[in-house]
C-alpha cells in the first residue's frame, strides 16, 4: 500500500485535522461526530487509554461554528485537587491569603470556544457540582464569589473509566453523569478496527521519519500481518511509539516480519529493546538506542530480582514485586518493604526527562496518578 492510496482513503472532512481510519466501526464514528460537532451540544467520549479521545475531542471543535475560537484540553487528574476549582473558574480578589487580584479560569479564557475536559472521573465532587450548572444554564461562581458569570463555552469530556461504577460508589454525581452521557461518543480499541492498522503504520512510519530525521520504512505484507495481529494495549498509542522505535533501530530499511516478532518479543514491559545498536556517528540521533539501553538493563536487574525471589527468598513480604518499577541505579538486593510504593527523586526526574516533560506519560510510565506525579514535582521541586 502506498502513502497516496492512504491518502485517498482518509477521507476529505478530517484528513486535515489528522485523525485517519476508513474501518467500519471509524466510519460509524466519524458519522456521529459530524453529525453532532456542528450542534454546540456537549459530548462525553470514551474509549480505552490511547484510542484518540482527544483527537476526536478535537476533531468535534474543528468540525464546529467555534473552529476559529479558542480549545482548551484540561486534563482533570492533572491538577491538584485543591487548585482545581481555581482554576477551571478562577477567583476573586481576596478569597484566600495569596488571591490579591481577581483572576480568570480556563472556563472564562474558553469563552466562545471549546473545553475539552480530560479525565473527567478525576474531577473532584465539589467541582462536579459547578461543572453540572455550568452544563446546565453556562453560568457558574468564582471560587470567594457572589455573582454569577455568564459563558458560552462547549464541554466535551473524555474518561477510559467506568463512570457508572464511580456512581454508584459515590465518586461521581449520577446528575451530572446523566447529563454528561447524553451524546455519547464510544472510540473503538484498535482490535475492533484491524483494517486500519496498515494505514496507520504507514502514516506513522512517514512521520516518525520526518520527526527523527531517519529514512522512511518500508514493510513486507508479513511484517503488516504480524502487526495487525498483535495486542496493543495501548492502542494508537502504543503503535505509534512502536513504529518510532523501528524507524529508529531499521531505519530506511524493509521491515520483515521476523524482524517484527524480533522487537515484539522483546517487549518485556511495554518497551521494545534494541538488539543491536548501529549508527554511533551521532550522539544526539542515538539517545533514543541510550535510552533503550538502559530500559533493557532496567527490566534485566527486574528479571533478576524475580529469579532470586523465587530460588531463594520465602521470607519477603507479600507484592514486593508488584511494586511499580524503578530506576537502573537500584540496589539489585530486595529490600522488605510493604505500604505505599515507593519512587524518588531521580526516578521522576528521568521519567520526565525522556518523556520531554510530558507529565501524563511520566506518570503512566512511573504507574502512579497524574495528581500524585504532581505533588512530587512540588514536593522535590524538581526543575525541568
Ligand atoms: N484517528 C487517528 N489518526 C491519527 N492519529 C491518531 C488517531 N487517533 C489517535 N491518534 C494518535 O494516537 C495517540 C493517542 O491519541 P489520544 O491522545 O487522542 O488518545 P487518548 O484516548 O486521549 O489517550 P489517553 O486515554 O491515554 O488519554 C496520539 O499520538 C494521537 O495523535
Ligand atoms: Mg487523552
Same mark, same amino acid.
Given at each position: 500500500?502506498?502513502?497516496?492510496q492512504?491518502?485517498?482513503?482518509?477521507?476529505?472532512n478530517?484528513?486535515d485535522?489528522?485523525?485517519?481510519?476508513y474501518?467500519?466501526?471509524?466510519?460509524?464514528?466519524?458519522?456521529i461526530?459530524?453529525t453532532?460537532?456542528?450542534t454546540?451540544l456537549?459530548?462525553?467520549v470514551?474509549?480505552?487509554?490511547?484510542?484518540?479521545?482527544?483527537?476526536?475531542?478535537?476533531l468535534?471543535?474543528?468540525?464546529?461554528?467555534r473552529?476559529?475560537?479558542?480549545?482548551?484540553?484540561?486534563n482533570?487528574?492533572?491538577?491538584?485537587?485543591?487548585l482545581?476549582?481555581?482554576?477551571? &473558574?478562577?477567583h476573586?480578589?481576596?478569597?484566600?491569603?495569596?488571591?490579591t487580584?481577581?483572576?480568570?479560569g480556563?472556563?472564562?479564557?474558553?469563552?466562545?470556544?471549546?473545553?475539552?475536559?480530560?479525565?473527567?472521573?478525576?474531577?473532584?465532587?465539589?467541582a462536579?457540582?459547578?461543572?453540572?450548572?455550568?452544563?446546565?444554564?453556562?453560568?457558574?461562581?468564582?471560587?470567594?464569589?457572589?455573582?454569577?458569570?455568564?459563558?458560552?463555552?462547549?464541554?466535551?469530556?473524555a474518561?477510559?473509566?467506568?463512570?457508572?461504577?464511580?456512581?454508584?460508589?459515590g465518586? &461521581?454525581?449520577?446528575?451530572?453523569?446523566?447529563?454528561l452521557?447524553?451524546?455519547?461518543?464510544?472510540l473503538?480499541?484498535?482490535?475492533?478496527r484491524?483494517a486500519?492498522?496498515?494505514v496507520?503504520v504507514?502514516k &506513522?512510519a512517514?512521520?516518525?521519519?520526518?520527526k527523527y530525521?531517519?529514512?522512511?520504512?518500508?514493510f513486507e505484507?508479513d511484517?503488516?500481518?504480524?502487526?495487525?495481529?498483535?495486542?496493543?494495549?495501548?492502542?494508537?498509542?502504543?503503535l505509534k511509539?512502536?513504529?518510532?522505535?523501528l524507524?529508529?533501530m531499521?531505519?530506511?530499511?524493509?521491515?520483515t516480519g521476523?524482524?517484527?516478532?524480533k522487537?515484539?518479543k522483546?517487549d518485556?514491559?511495554g518497551?521494545?529493546?534494541?538488539?543491536?545498536?548501529?549508527d554511533?556517528e551521532?550522539?544526539?540521533?542515538?539517545?533514543e538506542?541510550?535510552?533503550?539501553?538502559?530500559?533493557e538493563?532496567?527490566n534485566?536487574?527486574?528479571l533478576?530480582?524475580?529469579?532470586?525471589?523465587?530460588?531463594?527468598?520465602?521470607?519477603?513480604s507479600?507484592?514486593y514485586?508488584?511494586?511499580?518499577?524503578?530506576?537502573?541505579?537500584e540496589?539489585?538486593?530486595?529490600?522488605i518493604?510493604?505500604?505505599?510504593?515507593?519512587?524518588?527523586?531521580?526516578?521522576?526526574?528521568?521519567?520526565?526527562?525522556k518523556?520531554?516533560?510530558?507529565?501524563?506519560?511520566?506518570?503512566?510510565e512511573?504507574?502512579?496518578?497524574?495528581?500524585?506525579?504532581?505533588?512530587?514535582?512540588?514536593?522535590?521541586?524538581?526543575?525541568?
Open positions: 500500500m502506498s502513502l497516496k492512504i491518502d485517498m482513503n482518509f477521507g476529505p478530517y484528513k485535522y489528522g485523525v485517519i481510519g474501518s467500519e466501526k471509524i466510519s460509524e464514528v466519524v458519522t461526530v459530524k453532532i460537532a456542528p454546540g456537549s459530548v462525553l470514551s474509549g480505552e487509554s490511547g484510542t484518540g479521545k482527544e483527537v476526536f475531542a478535537e468535534i471543535h474543528r468540525l464546529s461554528d473552529k476559529n475560537r479558542i480549545f482548551v484540553p484540561i482533570c487528574g492533572a491538577i491538584p485537587e485543591g482545581i476549582e481555581n482554576e477551571l &473558574f478562577g476573586e480578589k481576596g478569597s484566600f491569603t495569596s488571591a487580584d481577581r483572576s480568570k480556563y472556563f472564562e479564557n474558553a469563552d466562545g470556544g471549546t473545553i475539552f475536559l480530560d479525565e473527567i472521573g478525576e474531577l473532584p465532587l465539589q462536579q457540582v459547578k461543572l453540572l450548572r455550568v452544563l446546565e444554564n453556562g453560568t457558574f461562581m468564582k471560587v470567594g464569589g457572589v455573582k454569577n458569570i455568564k459563558v458560552n463555552v462547549r464541554i466535551v469530556a474518561t477510559n473509566k467506568d463512570l457508572v461504577k464511580m456512581v454508584e460508589k465518586q &461521581f454525581r449520577e446528575d451530572l453523569y446523566y447529563r452521557k447524553a451524546v455519547t461518543i464510544n473503538p480499541s484498535l482490535r475492533e484491524l486500519d492498522i496498515p496507520f504507514l &506513522f512517514f512521520d516518525s521519519a520526518a530525521k531517519r529514512d522512511v520504512l518500508t505484507k511484517a503488516i500481518s504480524e502487526i495487525v495481529n498483535h495486542h496493543w494495549k495501548g492502542n494508537i498509542r502504543e511509539n512502536f513504529i518510532d522505535m524507524t529508529v531499521e531505519t530506511g530499511k524493509t521491515v521476523a524482524s517484527v516478532r522487537y515484539l522483546s518485556v514491559s518497551s521494545y529493546l534494541p538488539v543491536l545498536v548501529k554511533n551521532d550522539s544526539e540521533k542515538n539517545s538506542v541510550v535510552f533503550r539501553t538502559l530500559l538493563i532496567k534485566e536487574i527486574n533478576i530480582k524475580k529469579f532470586i525471589f523465587n530460588t531463594y527468598s520465602r521470607n519477603i507479600p507484592g514485586f508488584d511494586r511499580p518499577e524503578r530506576t537502573v541505579e540496589p539489585s538486593e530486595p529490600e518493604v510493604s505500604g505505599e510504593p515507593v519512587t524518588d527523586k531521580d526516578e521522576i526526574v528521568f521519567t520526565l526527562k518523556h520531554g516533560g510530558n507529565r501524563r506519560k511520566a506518570a503512566s512511573l504507574k502512579i496518578s497524574e495528581r500524585t506525579l504532581y505533588r512530587k514535582i512540588e514536593k522535590y521541586g524538581i526543575e525541568l
